[in-house]
């Protein structure tokens, strides 16, 4: 069967510091990989999505990076965060072609 | 662009009975996925029930069923039998058919407070 595993679960971050989280899927091959985030306990906003190892697509404008450097594992870096860079972070993963997703269980993300 | 839109900040059902979420959303497209994802107090995303567009019959999932209405764009997710592991966060989404090329995005509606009373 197929897993994804995310972490942190919690990781507290001053201003200005770099960020890495990992997120890793077992049991599948050439996934979708996705990145989410949820602020303030509300709706989801996709941030990235990849297709394949080296290919990423960024949906909207921000602080924050991502890299595929394997063909299961997604990464989500930030050189320098930013307040505005607290929140939920998920991410999740979906055969090609598939309609469903899969979520990991999160990273509670807090910038002070 | 498509929008998911959940009228419903909060609702409230008491144990063993019956409550309806809803769910509207805007597009252009004729084939599309709709879900409803359920999210307890643990964060976790769970997928809840799934309907394809081109399929007139409405998905039903144990006490879970969806009143789907192409034509009005309408998805409400149904909770029949409501128990206490019910309440949870919902949230409606939208993935458009992607003719089965590599990927496909959910846009997500704003949620919806499910909280059921014993």
């Known amino acids: 069967s197929q897993t994804i595993h995310q972490w942190p679960a919690t990781l507290v971050q001053p201003v200005g510091s770099p960020l890495s989280l990992e997120c890793t899927v077992e049991g599948t091959s050439n996934p979708n990989l996705y990145w989410y985030r949820q602020a303030a306990g509300r709706g989801l906003q996709l941030l990235f999505y990849s297709v394949g190892i080296g290919q990423i697509s960024s949906e909207v404008p921000q602080n924050l990076s991502a890299s595929r450097p394997q063909d299961r594992q997604f990464i989500l870096s930030s050189k320098k965060l930013l307040l505005s860079d607290s929140g939920f972070y998920l991410c999740?993963?979906?055969?090609?072609?598939?309609?469903?997703?899969?979520f990991g269980s999160g990273t509670q993300l807090s910038v002070l | 662009a498509q929008t998911v839109t959940q009228s419903q900040p909060e609702m409230s059902v008491q144990e063993a009975e019956t409550v309806t979420l809803s769910c509207t959303y805007d597009t252009s497209e004729s084939d599309y996925y709709l879900f409803w994802y359920k999210q307890p107090p643990s964060r976790q995303m769970i997928l809840v029930i799934r309907?394809?567009?081109?399929?007139?019959q409405n998905a039903t999932e144990n006490r879970f069923s969806v009143n789907f209405q192409k034509a009005a764009k309408s998805f409400s997710l149904k909770i029949s039998d409501s128990q206490l592991g019910d309440a949870a966060m919902y949230f409606c989404?939208?993935?458009?058919?992607?003719?089965?090329?590599?990927?496909?995005?959910?846009?997500f509606g704003q949620g919806t407070i499910l909280t059921v009373h014993p």
């Open positions: 989404a939208y993935r458009p058919y992607d003719g089965g090329t590599s990927y496909g995005k959910l846009t």
């Open positions: 309907q394809e567009a081109y399929k007139q």
């Open positions: 999740a993963w979906s055969r090609q072609g598939g309609e469903k997703l899969f």
